[in-house]
């Protein structure tokens, strides 16, 4: 039952299975005192009326417990013989549970009963432990109290070298942390509420800082046994472009994660960078320069985009910058034609194309490079492991790459869940960027909305109005979507307005015109799905109305914004939503007009969602935590971070008889985590 339950198998299954709280068992309330905000409750008295009613399903079972004060009901909807049996009427019971109001009556559904024995007045606090459970173990009498005297049994059995130190003692000493074995006990049945803060801290601190070991052994194992290719040397590629054709000075981010790259690369073994950059923050150029640098190196590199559209306009983007450079770049797309695609495969096997700028289609086998050396993967997010892995194939030496991303992952996020990794934040705009203006606005002000955009339109500007897609049916996002276009055609008409439309139906060609179209001014405004949200850079678009805007993510909202702001114009998001968005929907759109920080709205997000929502993490188990959070502990995070990166680098095999009860430990525990590395 416990197996099935709970996930319990053996004893030190049970000691893991921390409780949630404690109560104090000396502090029985009176019934009188629960009121409509009354959460839990512990009161005593005597059980009266015991009675069943109801047919079948509606069966149950109540009861009346009385105090000197007044009276409670409990009711039973399951296991209703066998709590009859083992219940009295008459005698005195302690009872715990969450309290309800029933017809202005105060009750309990499914309490913990148990016969009362009133606490001996010693004045010694007894804090008693409260297990999570399940219903259907409380109706076998397993409720928390039951798994409380079983643990309290184990751990009277237990001497301290049976839960021995793992930590290091210099450790445990200098962060004053309880022993495990102390720590172990007091979790479960705590002398004090300060030693079970004390407790807390310890394992919490436990179990995070074994984490981070984990990550950074994983690390610096790939760090040793990976080949890479080297790029020695910054040539003429990279030089001449730099002095002659670079459109803007560079930010300090930019350079500096240009100067990791560089080191990444020229020693000896693969690179494997996640570039975190925030919407704008000009990612592409530093993809640009570093595959000048691999060109340099005689090494051929290769851009990987997540959508056709976004492919093309990477393509066109850097064709356009480096066209007075003796370049070779080809754009491989699904809808490349046969003879064309011909052409670049044999340009690829040949080394006459340095740069090939692609989707997936780059991956396929038919792909042979004579020299790939260098892989950039845009937006990764959308591009599985299994298909970043097939890169290895092309190349004997395992070419670096790079991973770039606009979804900003808050820190303690990137620190657990991709902490085997290198990661570089370019946390600073391009100057002269003014802050995006975000407003909320409810769709019956629409017309107000549609003039506003119309007053941008005539100052030459360009705007956006985004639709949801819809999960459950393409269909109805597509009729979504066709409505919005009428809609917007009636404010908009043509001429002398012109109109774009975006969306997954259609084929990629047609997309790509009407994207065009959009990109060169044609037409002023872009009516679309969620198709635009990455990478689309539009300079001169300055609205972007978001329909519907309860119905997206945070994230997914601070992209599609990216799309304005992106030129020297000031911009402006405005959020509809209809008058009944829910209370988390109003939350998510309040931080949107609050900030434009991506990076605090990525903490947000995870404040709300949790760690097990965050997009590509969801997989990760080293999330699930026991009790350990990385949204409420985070400096413990950061403190078992420092120690553990300290501990690996100071002795990366563990070979140090003071880290030897750490050794041990891990190796008991079995090498468990391989699961985020990106390659
Ligand atoms: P993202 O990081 O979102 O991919 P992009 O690379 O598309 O951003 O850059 C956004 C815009 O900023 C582009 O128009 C680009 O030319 C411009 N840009 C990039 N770096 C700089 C810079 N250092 N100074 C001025 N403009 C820049
Ligand atoms: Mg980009």
Known sequence: MLKKELNIFTFSDLLLHFPNRHIDKTKVSAIAEISPATEYIQ???????????????????TAILKDNTGILELTWFQGISWVQKSLTEGMQYLVFGRTGFFNGKPQIVHPEIEPYVPAKADGKQFLEPVYPTTEKLKVKSLNGRQIGK????????????????????????????????????????PASPVLYERALQRLKFEELFIAQVRL???????????RGVVFEKVGDYFNTFYSKYLPFQLTGAQKRVLKEIRTD???????????????????????????????DNGYQSCLMAPTEILAQQHYNGLSELLKEMPVEIALLTGSTKAAQRKKILKGLQEDTIHFVV??????????????????????????????????????????????MTATPIPRTLAMTAYGDLDYSIMDELPPGRQPVTTVHRYETARANVMDFVKTEITKGRQAYFIYPLIEESEKLSYEDLMQGYEQVKSFFPDPPYRISMVHGRQPAEQKETNMQRFVTGDTQLMVSTTVIEVGVNVPNASVMVIESAEKFGLSQLHQLRGRVGRGSEKSFCILLTSVKASKDARERI???????????IAEKDLELRGPGDIEGTRQSGALNFRIASIVNDKELLEKAKTEAEQLCSEDPELDMAKNLQLKIHLQSQGRKNAWSKIS
């Open 216 to 226: 950074n052994l994983v690390r610096l194992q790939r760090h040793n046994s990976s």
């Open 150 to 189: 079983l643990t309290y049994t184990l751990l009277a059995q237990l001497k301290a070298e049976d839960i021995p130190e793992n930590l290091p003692q210099y450790l445990v000493e200098k962060l004053r942390l309880m022993g495990r074995y102390e720590a172990y006990r007091n979790i479960h049945f």
């Open 590 to 600: 309040k931080i949107m007009c609050a900030t434009n920080d991506g990076f605090k």
């Open 43 to 61: 009161v005593a008295g005597k059980l009266l009326q015991m009675t069943i009613s109801g047919e079948k399903r509606s069966r149950r079972l």
């Open 358 to 403: 692609g989707t997936h289609a780059v991956i396929e086998d038919t792909v042979q490079f004579k020299n790939l050396g260098l892989v950039i993967v845009d937006e990764q997010h959308r591009f599985g492991v299994a298909q970043r892995a097939r890169l290895w194939e092309k190349a004997v030496i395992p070419p670096h790459v790079l991973v």
């Open 265 to 295: 690369t020229g020693r000896g073994r693969q690179m494997n960078r996640l570039l975190q950059g925030d919407v704008g923050s000009g990612k592409t150029i530093v993809a640009l320069l570093s595959m000048l640098l691999a060109a």
